[in-house]
């Protein structure tokens, strides 16, 4: 089986592929070699993730040809892929968290096969596997007593329980800690050595010029290059994704910040006590940046201000005045907006068209008193946001789910821009979006601040917090750790008050 | 959208996809020549009018159940309410001014429907169940208040109803009329207010209608209300026409309105679906059990063949969101 004529494991030539009117892929080329780690990089919505979704099988390609072996192979489902031997690791975890982790291991097998299982058998092999990994997880346990790293060493195990010749890894690593990644690194090159061909996604690229053979970079649905990683470096491979050089991706802050703050907030504890004794205030025109690491309650300090979740203490002052912000309700009639990190649950409206999306904030202003639209009027507001923020739609009555990430964002930012918010909330303005609608987002925040709006940006993206905030606070366990003014902003400084460690 | 329906048939395969995208008014049509090559009753006024004075029931609750259901719930009270309402109406109609009795009636529905909303809404009871409770409810309290008979009209009010259900102006029947105002007022609502276009959202996305400021449970709570009170707008109408209450009356037609709604293209998942394809939903549940009528199928085969469009009309829009 393995003595193919053709160089290359997979060969997958001018895959095109488009959602709606969204093209996602256009003519990419990948070409992975028999026993090599190949990193596949680029932006969030770049079309890493479609591409080998339309390897393994979960979409169906528009256009191209995908060779595995020198064969031309058509996967219509995820088992054609797992048959030819592609497996893939997800970033979701795909398990069933009421299985043992052996069922689960197995589970594309049970009912296949036989209609007895051998359940000591069953447990027996899937030790065996995970034992081979060098974890120590019980192949018994239930997948809810997990921790999620140990989920993610099952989601591995499981795809490499089939005779996998293709493995894919989109971004494994985001809950490992160094001990458990170098363990994973072990366990790949091993595999690598058995002549398996690795696919691996991610956005760390110190690891991928740690293990991988070969870089392919995709930048909006184009592969932008392919070579092998010994011929480049940081700076080359970020040139390649991003498309120019870091620096030139914000916009120049040259805003008059007022004296008096335009909001504040003192002493916010909420009654989970997941966010306690939070402080701040931010004054008109400032873009105000929170950092910290995934659960120090960024998001539930936004949402407690805007009156999701239950405060225990604390007050919040707008323009001078004490609010008391009981329900989004609330929070929206004193002018505060919040554009929330998970877009397509609470952000916006993806069944309706990109008027209706934008006007659900400012009925007021577009309705007589009995609640009648006047249509006319919406349509010149919505056309004119769509205009001011340039959101690419062929009409303002495009669904929105057929719209880009980047696109669906200025959506839901549209939805604050329509009422004249004085404070917007933005919990990562640009997860999920190319390149070009980031420049374009970054550039609005700062116009929307030269107008006189005290702006709070979260974000878990280094570069971009750095690079939009004037001031950042750090958050570490529930409340404010530290303050960082523009001068002392760096990756470290803003890391070590994430882990609650003085700066240096 | 942007393209006319002249592209759109013009395109490759164009024809096909019209169909599937306005599947409903096409099953609608086919049922209708269907019916009027294979029966020359159908075409008769006699005919026409007793379908359209047999449908308007159901097609009132229809409405409520649209406007449920595109919040993302289902009111599975409707039916029963139609039959307690339909006691209440005659009992109030035999001691009470008529308006009086109507305006009760119509009352105390949005006050049965406010209790579910209240319990969909503010407990965070799942739809199903609360409204399940109350359907159980209302039949009930419709036995008890009625004594397990049926009630008849027995004043110059009631006489005054059954003449104006039975009776037509300018060839439609009155009740008939009844629906279709309340089937432009549901459009005009759901296109032109803000009352329509927050259940709208709220049904496509709960909880990105809550951070957009929406005052959710308000809006959750009224369309049971409404539901209610056009149950008892329907229980009206359908005592009216049969001159007296029954405990018995509106058995199952909450199933109905689900699949009307349902063949007229709305997801029970919310925000999709509207009133004018309520009512071809409506008017093709009629025709079927019109046309079976006329052909003198027994009733056991038309709930199999109802059965069996309400599972196609869903496979071709299956189809449409491919």
């Known amino acids: ?504 | 959208m942007a393209l006319t329906i002249k592209q759109q048939l013009s395109s490759p395969g164009g024809i096909l996809k019209f169909l599937i995208k306005y599947n409903t008014i096409f099953i609608f049509i086919v049922l209708v020549i269907f019916s009027a090559l294979i029966s020359d009753v159908f075409f008769t006024s006699a005919n026409l009018t007793n379908l359209l004075k047999q449908v308007s029931g159901i097609g009132i609750i229809s409405i409520g159940m649209l406007i449920v259901i595109l919040t993302g719930g289902i009111d599975l009270s409707v039916g029963s309410l139609v039959a307690l309402l339909a006691v209440i109406f005659a009992l109030l109609v035999n001691t009470v001014i008529l308006p009086v009795a109507i305006l009760l009636t119509i009352i105390i529905g949005f006050s049965i429907g406010s209790v579910s909303g209240y319990l969909v809404a503010f407990q965070k009871m799942a739809p199903f169940i609360a409204t399940l409770a109350l359907m159980t409810i209302a039949r009930g309290l419709g036995f008890i208040y009625s004594k397990g008979s049926p009630i008849t009209f027995k004043s110059p009010g009631g006489e005054f109803m059954a003449d104006f259900a039975n009776n037509s102006t300018i060839g439609i029947p009155n009740i008939a009329i009844v629906f279709l105002i309340i089937v432009v007022l549901a459009m005009v609502m759901l296109r032109y207010n803000v009352f329509g276009r927050l259940i709208i959202a709220l049904g496509s996305n709960e909880e990105a209608s809550r951070l957009s400021g929406i005052k959710v449970n308000k809006y959750k709570f009224l369309v049971y209300a409404i539901s209610g009170a056009l149950a008892a707008t329907a229980a009206i109408i359908v005592a009216s026409r049969t001159n007296l209450g029954s405990p018995n009356m509106g058995m199952a037609w909450e199933l109905d309105a689900i699949a009307a709604v349902v063949i007229g293209g709305a997801s029970l998942n919310g925000g999709k679906g509207t009133a004018i394809n309520t009512l071809i939903g409506v008017l093709i549940l009629g025709l079927i059990g019109n046309i079976l009528n006329l052909l003198n199928v027994p009733s056991y085969p038309q709930q199999v063949v109802k059965g069996g469009i309400i599972i196609f009309a869903v496979l071709l829009q299956k189809f449409e969101s491919k």
């Open chain 1, 1 to 504: 089986m393995e003595n193919s004529e053709s160089e290359y494991r997979v060969e997958m030539t001018g895959i095109s592929k488009s959602f709606g009117p969204v093209s996602v892929l256009e003519g990419v080329d990948l070409r992975v070699k028999h026993g090599e780690i190949h990193a596949l990089l680029g932006e969030n919505g770049a079309g890493k993730s479609t591409l080998v979704k339309i390897l393994s099988g979960v979409h169906q390609k528009d256009g191209g040809k995908v060779l595995l072996n020198g064969k031309e192979i058509n996967p219509k489902n995820t088992h054609d892929g797992q048959v030819l031997g592609i497996s893939v690791v997800y970033q979701e975890l795909s398990l069933v968290n009421d299985l043992s982790v052996a069922e689960n291991i197995y589970l594309h097998k049970m009912g296949a096969s036989k209609f007895w299982m051998n359940w000591k058998e069953l447990i027996k092999d899937a030790q065996e596997l995970i034992d081979s990994l060098g974890f120590d997880i019980n192949a018994a346990a239930r997948v809810r007593d997990l921790s999620i790293v140990q989920k993610q060493v099952v989601e591995i195990a499981k795809a490499l329980s089939e005779d996998t010749k293709v493995l894919i890894l989109d971004e494994p690593t985001t809950v490992f800690d160094p001990n458990d990644i170098k363990k994973l690194f072990e366990n790949l090159f091993r595999l690598k050595k058995q002549g398996i061909s690795i696919i691996y996604i991610s956005h760390h690229l110190d690891e991928v010029f740690k293990i991988a053979d070969t870089v392919t970079v995709l930048r909006d649905g184009v592969d932008t290059g392919s070579l092998p990683v010994s011929e480049t470096d940081t700076d080359g491979v970020i040139r390649l994704m991003i498309g120019r050089d870091l620096k030139d991706l914000f916009p120049v802050r040259d805003i008059e910040i007022g004296k008096e703050p335009i909001f504040e907030v003192k002493n916010l504890t909420a009654r989970d006590n997941l966010v306690h004794d939070v402080s701040f205030s931010v004054r008109p025109g400032e873009v105000l940046g929170i950092a910290g690491l995934g659960g120090s309650g960024r998001t539930e300090t936004a949402k407690l201000i805007f009156g999701v979740g239950k405060k225990q203490s604390g007050t919040i002052i707008l323009n001078g005045k004490e609010i008391k912000t009981k329900s989004p309700v609330d929070a929206v009639g004193f002018e505060i907006g919040f554009v929330s990190e998970d877009r397509k649950e609470e952000g916006v409206f993806l069944p309706l068209s990109i008027r209706r999306n934008i006007s659900v904030t400012s009925f007021k202003s577009i309705c007589t008193n009995l609640g009648f639209l006047k249509v006319d009027k919406e349509f010149k507001n919505v056309i004119g946001l769509i205009d001011k923020l340039n959101i690419k739609a062929p009409s303002c009555e495009v669904d929105v789910k057929n719209l880009s990430g980047g696109n669906q964002q200025k959506v839901a930012l549209a939805k604050w821009l329509s009422i004249d918010s004085k404070v917007i909330i933005i919990d990562e303005p640009t997860r999920g979006v190319d390149v070009g609608a980031k420049v374009e987002i970054y550039n609005l925040i700062n116009e929307v601040a030269k107008k006189g709006v005290g702006i709070v940006v979260i974000s878990s993206d280094m570069p971009e917090i750095m690079g939009i905030s004037d001031r950042i606070l750090v958050m570490h366990q529930g409340t404010f750790y530290g303050e960082l003014q523009k001068e002392q902003f760096s990756e470290e400084n803003i890391l070590r008050y994430s882990i609650g460690e003085p700066i240096k």
